[in-house]
């Protein structure tokens, strides 16, 4: 059985994440990545809501980001403009938020950063989690968005790249539930199971 590997990779849109390997890294590399800030300073892209949402506008503004990295860092390769496949990406896309997207929890926009939680959206309580079902999340409007813009992708330019930040089962249990989790970890097993069990399959 072939063991598939996975290296630390940091996508010119996106936060850090795993990407497989093709055989070729060392055993010692570096990760280089970049706050949204860095490229709205310099070469004034803007990562509210249309950057998630349009994939043309994300395609042209990683067009001005690359060419951005290549100018500030010549001497660095891990840039290649030439190369346009990672260009027409899903990468990045809502951040780090992808599952609590799905669940229902609204996102806030920031024309220089990520876009984070809303802050005033209150936590699923217990009666909320027991009425998760993962056919009804993935029924969800959010989901035919991300479809959606797969579909134009994958039409314009034949190859959808990068992969959406799914996050962990607890950090995303973490952001829908908050601190509670931790503590119906002992109250309320069945319930975390349940939960769990829900955000694995979603």
């Not at 009666?127 to 993962?134: G, N």
Request: aromatic residues 14%; charged residues 30%.
């Amino acid at each position: 059985m072939t063991v598939l590997k996975l290296r630390n990779h940091i996508p010119i849109s996106g936060p850090a994440r795993r990407e497989a390997t093709d055989g070729t890294e060392s055993d010692m590399r570096v990760s280089l990545g970049f706050e949204p800030g860095w490229f709205y300073q310099r070469c004034g892209v803007d990562f509210t809501e249309r950057w998630h949402q349009d994939p043309f506008y994300r395609y042209d503004s990683l067009v001005k980001m690359k060419r951005e990295l290549c100018k500030a860092f010549p001497s660095v390769s891990y840039w290649n403009e030439d190369f346009k496949d990672d260009l027409s990406t899903i990468s990045g896309c809502y951040g780090a938020y992808v599952i609590p997207m799905v669940c229902g929890f609204r996102l806030v926009y920031e024309k220089d950063r990520w876009p984070e939680i809303d802050k005033n959206k209150e936590k699923l309580s217990v009666r909320e989690i027991e009425k998760l079902d993962v056919d009804n999340i993935l029924s969800s409007s959010f989901t035919e968005e991300i479809f959606r813009q797969m579909d134009i992708i994958e039409a314009e330019w034949k190859k959808i790249h990068g992969y959406l930040n799914w996050q962990g089962v607890l950090n995303n249990a973490f952001i829908l539930r908050g601190e509670n989790i931790f503590t119906d970890f002992y109250d309320r097993p069945d319930l975390v199971h349940h939960f769990f069990s829900i955000i694995s399959g979603v």
